[in-house]
Every structure is written in C-alpha cells, then in structure tokens.
C-alpha cells in the first residue's frame, strides 16, 4: 500500500452502485489518486442517494451490490497499489419501518434491547410523552388524520403482529396492547382467546424477557391458522374500522397504550424529546458513547479494516456527539489495536482517520483528538477567499445594499436566523435544555429561585452568540480555548440583557461547563455533564442551520464566498494569511485533507472561481447586473406579474452566471430548458432556505412559480433571445479569467501541505449548483477517452472550455506526487517574496526537501491583465520575479505541467519564463 496521497470521493446510490467504480480503478490510478474515498457503503433507506441514512450498521448495502461488489472494488485497488477510505455516520440513522433498532423501540419502548440506542428522554417533563417517544410523523393533525381514515388497523400473519398502518408507513403495536385489540373486536371472548389476551396483557409491565418477546411473535401467528383464531383476528380489526365512529374511537384508545405518540410532524420542532440530525424528524441521533452502541455501530468497519478491506474512515458529523474527543481516541486506539491483524505490508500502514469538522476562522482542532484532520472546509475556504481581489470589496457591498435595501451584515443576518431558528425549529430542544438548568437550580437554595422562563430566556441569548460550533465540555469543565469561546458568547449575550438576567448569566457559565461537573457529587456531577453535553449539541446544528442553510441565501454580496466552512462576511485573505495557514496546516495536521468540492457544497469549485472575477471588476458587474435587474422589473409591470424580489433576482443572476455551461448555445433549445430546469429547482430550494418569501414548512407556492416562469420564459430561445445574448456576453467575458482563477485553486490544492480531495467529476470543470445537483452522473467514458488525446500546452488551451487542461494539470501535478512522496507528505513550506510589476497579483511558495525542490507560482486577481483576446495562457507578467533562498541557488528547474526548464539567474526566476505558455509554473529541482 502506498501513502495517503489524493482521495477521489464518490457518492454511490443504486444508479452509481459499488461495482460502477470498479472500472474507473486504472483511470484514477493513472490520475495519481492513491485512495477512493467513498460515501457510506452500510445499508440505508431504500433509494438513498447519499448514505447518510443508515438502516443497517451491520451489512454493506444490498442496493449498492453488498459485500461481493465491495471484494471486487477492493481487490482492484489493491492490484493498483490503491487503498480505500470509508465515510462511517455514527451520530444518527434513519428512524422509519426500513430500521429494525427503531421499530423495535417503537414496539417496546423503554423495554426495547435497542431502547438506550436512541437519544430519548424517556423521562420528559411533559406527562403526555412520559415513558413514550414522539413519533411526529403524520401529514396533518392526528384528529384530522382519524376522520380521514387514513390510519388503519392491520394484521401480518406472517409475522404474527398487529400494525398501524398510515399510507405506505408501518407503525408496530406493543404486543402488551394486542389483548385490548381482541377484547375490542368481540366483548364476549372465547376460552382461548381469553387466554391469548391474558397472555398479551402480561406483556405490557416493565421485566419482560427476550424469551417473551421471541413468544409474542409466535402466538398470534399460529392463532391465525387456526379457524377461531382467524375469525378473533378479523373481528378486531372489524372493530377498529377507521370509517365508523366506534372504530376510531378504539383506534384513539389504541394509540394511548404504545410506547410512542403519533403526531403531526409540525409538533417535532417545539415537542420532540429525542435528538434528531439537524431538524431532520427521519434521522434519530445515537447514543455512541455507550460501549453496546459503539460496538454495534462499528463492528462492520472493524473487521473491514483488520481484513485489508478499508484503511481507514471519514467520521460524519463528529461535532454531533455527546463526547467526540473520547470519541475519537477510542476509536484509534480501536483501530491501532487491529493494525497487526491486517495482511501483508498493510499491517505497516496506520490508520487514517479524518473528521467533519468545520472549524471557525481562529479555531484549531485539538490534538488530543488524535486524528489526521479535517476533510478540508478550512481549505476550501481559505483558497477560496484568495482568490477574491480585495480591492472589489467596498463596491460589491455598496452594490448589495443598493439592490436589498438593507445594510445588514452578515453576521447580523446569522443572527437573525438563529433568533428564528431558537423560536421555531429548536424550541424543543432549547425547552430540554433550560428545564435541566432548572432541575440544576432547584438543588440549592441561592439558585432555586431561578424560574424556568428566565432560565431560557437568558439561555436563548446566549446560544444566539455562541461563535463556533461547539464547544467540548468533559468532567474537568472547560479548556482555556472553550472557556475563552464562552466567554465571548457571554460578552455579546450581556448586552441584550437586562438587571438580574446578567447575573443569572454568570450563574449559566458554571452549570454549562465554567465549573468542573467533577467538583460535585453526584447525582449534581451527572447533570451538569450531561446538561453540557447537551448544549453542546445543540449549538452545532444551530450554527450549521442558521449560517449554511439560511443566512447564505439571505446574503448574498458574492456568492462566491457563500460556501460550507466559509464565512461570507470575510471578502477576501491575503497572501501573507494564506501562506500562514499553510504552514500551520504542515505543523500540525499535515495529512488533513484538501477539499474544493464536497457532496455538501452550496456551488461547484469552478462556479465559484469563476463568480470570483467578480470581485476583480466590480464595476462592469455592477452596470450588468442593474441593467439586467431594471429590464426584469419593466417586464414584470408591463405584463401585470409578479416580479421576484431584487435580492432574490440578484442572488438568481449570480448563479446563473457561476453555472453557465461552457458548451451551452443559444440555438440550442432542449439544452437551455435542461439548464433551465436545474435552476428553477435551485430556486425553489434557495428560496425555502432563505425562510423569508417561502419555507420549507410553509412554502409559497405563488411566489415559487412566479420564479419558475420567469426562468423558463428567460431560457426559451425566442422570448429569451435578447435576455439570453446579454447574459452569454457577460459570462464569456469573465469565462476565462474564471478558468485561471479555477487552475490556481486546483495547484494550491495539489501543492500545499495536506492530502488533496476530487470530488467526482471534479477532475474537469465543475460548475455544478448544491446537492441533489452536485450528484448527478458524471461522464466517465468522455474522461477516459480524452486521455489519449494531444496534451501538448497550445492544443489544451485552444480545447480550455473542455476541461481537459484540468484534467492535464491534475494529473501532472498528481504525478509529482507520485513520485516525490516524501516532498509532498513532510517538505518544507517556503513563503517566496515577489518583486516587479504584478507583484500584487501572484503567490508562490517552494516545498523543499533533502531530495527535490518544488516551485509554484500562481496569478491572483489577473482578469484585466489578460490579452486582449482573453487568452489565459497570455497574461502579462510583465517584469514581475520570484527571489529564490540560497538554498536553492544553481538549481535547474523543470516544468511539471509543461515542456520546458528554466535556472535562476541571479537568485531570481522571472515568471513569464516560468510558466511556459501556462498562467502558473511548477518547476520542480531534484
């Protein structure tokens, strides 16, 4: 096996299953990827197209080819000298009939073996969930959903239960409640089905056994063979006919004796008392820190990894765990003790283990996790923000608040969405938490007068201001780093408050973690680590849902910055931040990965490098864009329709910008209605997660085809003709120097200290919009067949808007890798000055070893130094240098990407030699 060089990410579903990667083995071996990198591979809900909703940790997934297909891909990599990183989801896993552990809690509640699996508070506050899990499921109000008769009673002879079924969703019953099912259906029972309910009715106390269980599963089964049993049976489900008034009353009597409430699914928000991935109802958080928990979760992946089969794992959602640094070093430790057991030379290699993690601009992950690093949202965003000219700042603001009206910042918009978000979407699980700060304040007397609504009251500002995900409480409290975190969110949170909530705030500091949970007995220790805990929880999704899912389509100044790790109210980031960034990433993580494109991103690497030109020449957008918007808006009022709103008209156009495909024609109709199409679903979606003109739990369906018929009015070739023409102008004029801007990000990515990621698909042009978008097929056999053809510099830059000087670049740069190892995993990172006339407009570093030497240099920001036919191989370097170290002095360079070599003169490399017809250089010196 060799070292973790270059990961190739893949999303597999039933369209793209297992062995469909099988033959792309040779394709990104030749590439110079070392490792796939795939999307979890158990067995999800039917039709996933992500993974993400496990239903089953112990199989690889039937739908995807099981096992057979995952021998088949593996042994193909190994006989490539290529390896296989496995993205594992421990937080959370589908909560519907497709998961055994979940139906059986539902069946058995708190007496269910799989009961502690899930987080449930068994024990809520509100009498009406007591002992019972909220089951918010229903498409209207459960009284609603009664007199429909939707809801029916049923019977599985096969199985011998008893369930609710509602359209096409199960709902098990508990056994202790199917002798109340008989004795509905005939008052008057006979002998044995007396027996048979009296047998069902001692299943509804706390100490039933597993034998019991197993039993409950047999009785009613073969009381259905048998002739009165049969008629027992239908005479029940006779009696709870949803379609008479008897029946749903015995329906409603039913559903108050299982272990779960059925509700509508407009109560979870404000009653659940289980966590949930994000807001997401079908997605049941775990329970992880328990030994049972964690070993069923993981079992597969151990005997995977202790096989050869995996070399190591990507963690979802780490951030969503009770404790994810016990988490993580347990998970090593695990891994490291199975290292010996793995055949051959893989027995040397140790396991990689990378988290998903998004890291604020000042935060560090810390080591005592002891994993390899991030998969790369800090990366994406810093190479991302280089590329944005600083100087286009002042005027893109101004232009953004001239067409929105408003003069928020961002972040004043992230705190509008979490003041939403607290109210509407976590009141629940805010609710959880404030009455455990109560339960906490009741156990001494100076603190026992703290109400519950004061407690959430001062607890909602706070978690308004928290300024990173999470923090990692454990039972000595705060680390210096955490309680500096807080601090600030306390700062911020005094501001809006008021006379004793200030007090009640410092009172908040200890219980959540200010104050070791350990300095105190128990049961006091418990909650206050638990209670922690559980705030910790929650800031995480909140952070996520309020910047990623709402205040990016709120804000949009360019949205090239709106991006998953990003901060968009950062504009740009220097070269000298940059190069500082870099050289933390090599003293601390150097085997972190390097992402530019995720399955998660908001647009594609490419779509974003090329709205970034934007920022180089703001005033060109700005009279575009006014004059598009101003034609709209005439439009609108001449034919009396409903025009969109500025911003989202704004927010529409730079998208329709970023994503333009470089082969669309306007003649050609049936390829501007599929990009069309592609939009109008961005839309919708954007718009949804702006929560402002429509919403996912509200939508305004007026408003949303109101901007469907305005893009398929824009992309019909004849009433679009002149709208279409403008746009296509535009785009092209910015096309190219977006392509530059794209080879830059893409050599960062491949040179700088970490372990570069490509998304699928990504090896060429990616101007993809957010998922589901970002996941559609990707043309492979196109791939493979460019292979072979000319790569020489001028042929590729004649053919640039195939995507094939991408692909060359990768695969060059990739290459080096390949064959200096030890240069990419541990060289020195060597900030270069520059001197000469584009000095302002260009980077370069060296990576040095005691074997070879590597130089890159990358324009910045050159869009208006570009010939004047726009040919990016053409840029203007002018006199600009790169001063080379002594230590590099007499050297000859070779070019990797290119044909050519160049030796400093005087100390010096000028880059318009350098770069030999490209508009970057990497030169490498043995």
């Not at 509100?126 to 498409?139: I, S, T, Y």
């Not at 928020?408 to 629940?428: M, P, S, W, Y």
């Not at 360019?558 to 790790?565: A, D, F």
């Given at each position: 096996?060799?070292?973790?060089?270059?990961?190739?990410?893949?999303?597999?579903?039933?369209?793209?299953p297992?062995d469909?990667?099988?033959p792309?083995?040779?394709?990104?071996?030749?590439?110079?990827?070392?490792?796939f990198?795939?999307?979890?591979?158990?067995?999800?809900r039917?039709?996933?197209?992500?993974?993400?909703d496990?239903?089953?940790?112990?199989?690889?997934?039937?739908?995807?080819?099981?096992?057979?297909?995952?021998?088949?891909?593996?042994?193909?990599?190994r006989e490539?000298?290529?390896?296989l990183?496995?993205?594992?989801?421990?937080?959370?896993?589908?909560?519907?009939?497709?998961?055994?552990?979940?139906?059986?809690?539902?069946?058995?509640?708190?007496?269910?073996?799989?009961?502690?699996?899930?987080?449930?508070?068994?024990?809520?506050?509100?009498?009406?969930l007591?002992?019972?899990?909220?089951a918010?499921?229903?498409?209207?109000?459960?009284?609603?959903v009664?007199?429909?008769?939707?809801l029916?009673?049923?019977?599985?002879?096969?199985?011998?239960?008893?369930?609710l079924a509602?359209?096409?969703?199960?709902?098990?019953?508990?056994?202790g409640?199917?002798?109340?099912?008989l004795?509905?259906g005939?008052?008057?029972?006979?002998?044995a089905?007396?027996?048979?309910a009296?047998?069902f009715d001692?299943?509804?106390?706390?100490?039933?056994t597993?034998?019991?269980?197993?039993?409950?599963?047999?009785?009613l089964?073969?009381?259905?063979?048998?002739?009165?049993?049969?008629?027992?049976?239908?005479?029940?489900?006779?009696?709870?006919?949803p379609?008479?008034v008897a029946g749903?009353q015995?329906?409603?009597?039913?559903?108050?004796?299982?272990?779960?409430?059925?509700?509508?699914?407009r109560?979870?928000p404000?009653?659940?008392?289980?966590?949930?991935?994000?807001?997401?109802t079908?997605l049941?958080?775990?329970?992880?820190e328990q030994?049972e928990?964690?070993?069923?979760?993981?079992?597969?992946?151990?005997r995977?990894y202790?096989?050869g089969?995996?070399?190591?794992?990507?963690?979802?959602?780490?951030?969503?765990?009770?404790d994810?640094?016990?988490?993580?070093?347990?998970l090593?430790?695990r891994?490291?003790?199975?290292?010996?057991?793995?055949?051959g030379?893989?027995?040397?290699d140790?396991?990689v283990?990378?988290?998903?993690?998004?890291?604020?601009?000042?935060?560090?992950l810390?080591?005592?996790w002891?994993v390899d690093?991030?998969?790369?949202?800090?990366?994406?965003?810093?190479?991302?923000?280089?590329?944005?000219?600083?100087?286009?700042?002042?005027?893109?603001t101004a232009?953004?608040?001239?067409?929105?009206?408003?003069?928020l910042?961002?972040?004043?918009?992230?705190?509008?969405a979490?003041?939403?978000?607290i109210?509407?979407h976590?009141?629940?699980?805010?609710?959880?938490?404030a009455r455990?700060?109560?339960?906490?304040?009741?156990?001494?007397?100076?603190?026992r007068d703290?109400?519950?609504?004061?407690?959430r009251?001062?607890?909602?500002?706070?978690l308004?201001h928290?300024?990173v995900y999470?923090?990692?409480?454990d039972l000595?409290?705060?680390?210096?780093?955490?309680?500096?975190?807080?601090?600030?969110?306390?700062?911020?949170?005094?501001?809006?408050?008021?006379?004793?909530?200030i007090e009640?705030?410092?009172?908040?500091d200890?219980?959540?973690?200010?104050?070791?949970?350990?300095?105190?007995p128990?049961?006091e220790?418990?909650?206050?680590l638990?209670?922690?805990r559980?705030?910790?929880?929650?800031?995480?999704?909140?952070?996520a849902k309020?910047?990623?899912?709402?205040?990016?389509?709120?804000?949009?100044?360019?949205?090239?910055?709106?991006?998953?790790?990003?901060d968009?109210?950062q504009?740009?980031?220097?070269?000298?931040?940059?190069h500082?960034?870099?050289?933390?990433?090599?003293?601390?993580?150097?085997n972190?990965?390097?992402?530019?494109?995720?399955?998660?991103?908001?647009?594609?690497?490419d779509a974003?490098?090329?709205l970034?030109?934007?920022?180089?020449?703001?005033?060109?957008?700005?009279?575009?864009?006014?004059?598009?918007?101003?034609?709209?808006?005439?439009a609108?009022?001449?034919?009396?329709?409903?025009?969109?709103?500025?911003?989202?008209?704004y927010?529409?156009?730079?998208?329709?910008?970023?994503?333009?495909?470089?082969?669309?024609?306007?003649?050609d109709g049936?390829?501007?209605?599929a990009?069309?199409?592609r939009l109008?679903?961005?839309?919708?979606?954007?718009?949804?997660?702006?929560k402002?003109?429509?919403?996912?739990?509200?939508?305004d369906?007026d408003?949303?085809?109101?901007?469907?018929?305005?893009?398929?009015r824009?992309?019909?070739?004849v009433?679009?003709a002149?709208a279409?023409?403008?746009?296509?102008?535009?785009?092209?004029?910015i096309?190219?120097?977006?392509?530059?801007?794209?080879?830059?990000q893409?050599?960062?990515?491949l040179?700088?200290p970490?372990?570069?990621?490509?998304?699928?698909?990504?090896d060429?042009w990616?101007?993809s919009?957010?998922?589901?978008?970002?996941?559609?097929?990707v043309?492979?056999?196109?791939?493979r067949a460019?292979?072979?053809m000319?790569a020489?510099?001028?042929?590729l830059?004649a053919?640039?808007?195939?995507?094939?000087?991408?692909h060359?670049?990768?695969?060059?740069?990739?290459?080096?890798?390949?064959?200096?190892?030890a240069?990419?995993?541990?060289?020195?990172?060597?900030?270069?000055?520059?001197?000469?006339a584009?000095k302002?407009?260009a980077?370069?570093?060296?990576?040095v070893?005691?074997?070879a030497?590597?130089?890159?240099?990358?324009?910045l920001?050159?869009?208006?130094?570009?010939?004047?036919?726009g040919?990016?191989?053409?840029?203007?370097?002018?006199?600009?240098?790169?001063?080379?170290?002594?230590?590099?002095?007499?050297?000859?360079?070779?070019?990797?990407?290119?044909?050519g070599s160049?030796?400093p003169?005087?100390?010096?490399?000028?880059?318009?030699?350098?770069?030999?017809?490209?508009?970057?250089a990497v030169?490498?010196?043995?």
């Amino acid at each position: 096996m060799s070292l973790l060089r270059a990961t190739a990410r893949f999303q597999f579903h039933a369209d793209f299953p297992i062995d469909a990667a099988v033959p792309l083995v040779d394709y990104y071996a030749r590439l110079g990827v070392s490792h796939f990198y795939a999307s979890p591979l158990t067995r999800a809900r039917k039709g996933s197209t992500h993974g993400y909703d496990t239903i089953d940790y112990s199989l690889i997934s039937p739908e995807l080819g099981g096992e057979p297909a995952l021998h088949r891909l593996v042994t193909s990599l190994r006989e490539a000298g290529m390896g296989l990183i496995l993205d594992i989801v421990p937080n959370h896993m589908a909560s519907g009939p497709e998961t055994a552990w979940w139906q059986s809690m539902l069946e058995w509640g708190p007496h269910s073996p799989y009961a502690s699996y899930f987080d449930v508070d068994w024990q809520a506050d509100d009498p009406w969930l007591h002992g019972k899990v909220l089951a918010p499921f229903l498409g209207e109000q459960l009284g609603k959903v009664l007199d429909s008769g939707t809801l029916h009673l049923r019977f599985d002879a096969d199985t011998g239960q008893f369930y609710l079924a509602y359209h096409e969703t199960r709902y098990p019953l508990t056994p202790g409640s199917f002798g109340t099912i008989l004795r509905a259906g005939v008052p008057l029972l006979d002998e044995a089905t007396l027996a048979m309910a009296a047998f069902f009715d001692d299943l509804a106390g706390e100490d039933v056994t597993a034998a019991q269980r197993e039993q409950a599963r047999e009785v009613l089964k073969l009381a259905a063979q048998t002739p009165a049993g049969k008629q027992a049976i239908n005479d029940a489900l006779a009696a709870h006919d949803p379609l008479q008034v008897a029946g749903r009353q015995h329906l409603d009597s039913l559903l108050d004796k299982q272990h779960y409430r059925l509700a509508w699914w407009r109560t979870a928000p404000e009653t659940i008392n289980w966590r949930r991935f994000f807001e997401i109802t079908d997605l049941a958080g775990l329970r992880v820190e328990q030994e049972e928990v964690f070993e069923a979760v993981h079992e597969l992946v151990f005997r995977l990894y202790a096989e050869g089969w995996i070399d190591g794992v990507r963690i979802d959602h780490i951030d969503g765990l009770s404790d994810p640094l016990a988490y993580s070093r347990k998970l090593r430790a695990r891994l490291e003790a199975l290292q010996s057991q793995r055949p051959g030379r893989l027995a040397q290699d140790a396991p990689v283990i990378l988290v998903e993690k998004i890291l604020a601009a000042d935060e560090t992950l810390d080591p005592r996790w002891g994993v390899d690093g991030t998969t790369g949202y800090e990366f994406m965003d810093q190479v991302g923000a280089l590329l944005h000219d600083p100087s286009g700042e002042a005027r893109l603001t101004a232009l953004w608040q001239r067409v929105s009206g408003s003069t928020l910042r961002f972040d004043e918009h992230v705190i509008n969405a979490r003041r939403l978000l607290i109210a509407q979407h976590f009141a629940g699980e805010v609710e959880a938490v404030a009455r455990v700060l109560q339960s906490i304040a009741r156990m001494h007397p100076e603190s026992r007068d703290w109400s519950l609504v004061a407690i959430r009251r001062v607890l909602s500002e706070l978690l308004l201001h928290v300024p990173v995900y999470r923090t990692y409480v454990d039972l000595d409290g705060r680390s210096e780093t955490d309680q500096a975190v807080f601090d600030r969110a306390a700062d911020a949170a005094r501001a809006n408050l008021r006379g004793t909530d200030i007090e009640l705030l410092k009172v908040l500091d200890g219980w959540l973690g200010g104050d070791a949970p350990q300095d105190f007995p128990p049961p006091e220790c418990e909650q206050r680590l638990y209670v922690a805990r559980r705030f910790q929880q929650l800031t995480s999704p909140l952070a996520a849902k309020s910047v990623e899912d709402t205040a990016f389509f709120r804000y949009g100044r360019l949205l090239s910055r709106n991006e998953v790790g990003a901060d968009p109210g950062q504009f740009s980031l220097s070269v000298a931040d940059f190069h500082q960034c870099n050289a933390e990433r090599l003293a601390t993580t150097p085997n972190a990965m390097l992402a530019t494109a995720t399955h998660d991103h908001k647009r594609g690497e490419d779509a974003r490098a090329r709205l970034a030109v934007l920022s180089n020449q703001p005033a060109q957008w700005a009279q575009t864009i006014e004059r598009w918007l101003a034609r709209d808006a005439a439009a609108a009022a001449k034919h009396g329709e409903v025009a969109l709103d500025a911003p989202d008209a704004y927010l529409l156009y730079q998208t329709i910008v970023a994503s333009w495909p470089l082969s669309l024609r306007l003649d050609d109709g049936p390829a501007l209605q599929a990009f069309a199409e592609r939009l109008i679903a961005w839309q919708q979606k954007a718009l949804r997660e702006a929560k402002q003109r429509s919403t996912w739990f509200d939508p305004d369906s007026d408003y949303e085809a109101a901007g469907a018929r305005f893009l398929t009015r824009l992309f019909d070739p004849v009433q679009g003709a002149d709208a279409l023409a403008d746009i296509l102008t535009y785009v092209e004029s910015i096309a190219t120097a977006g392509a530059v801007n794209s080879l830059v990000q893409t050599v960062l990515k491949l040179t700088v200290p970490g372990v570069p990621d490509i998304y699928q698909g990504t090896d060429w042009w990616d101007l993809s919009l957010m998922d589901p978008d970002n996941r559609r097929p990707v043309d492979f056999t196109a791939r493979r067949a460019a292979e072979s053809m000319p790569a020489e510099v001028d042929e590729l830059w004649a053919d640039w808007p195939s995507g094939r000087v991408k692909h060359h670049t990768i695969s060059r740069i990739l290459g080096l890798r390949r064959r200096l190892p030890a240069l990419f995993a541990s060289g020195d990172y060597v900030p270069l000055e520059i001197i000469g006339a584009a000095k302002h407009h260009a980077l370069a570093f060296a990576r040095v070893d005691a074997q070879a030497s590597m130089l890159v240099v990358v324009p910045l920001y050159m869009a208006d130094r570009l010939d004047s036919s726009g040919v990016a191989s053409t840029l203007d370097w002018a006199d600009t240098c790169v001063i080379l170290p002594d230590a590099l002095e007499g050297r000859r360079f070779e070019s990797v990407t290119a044909s050519g070599s160049i030796a400093p003169l005087d100390g010096r490399v000028r880059v318009a030699d350098a770069v030999f017809g490209l508009p970057f250089a990497v030169l490498v010196a043995n």
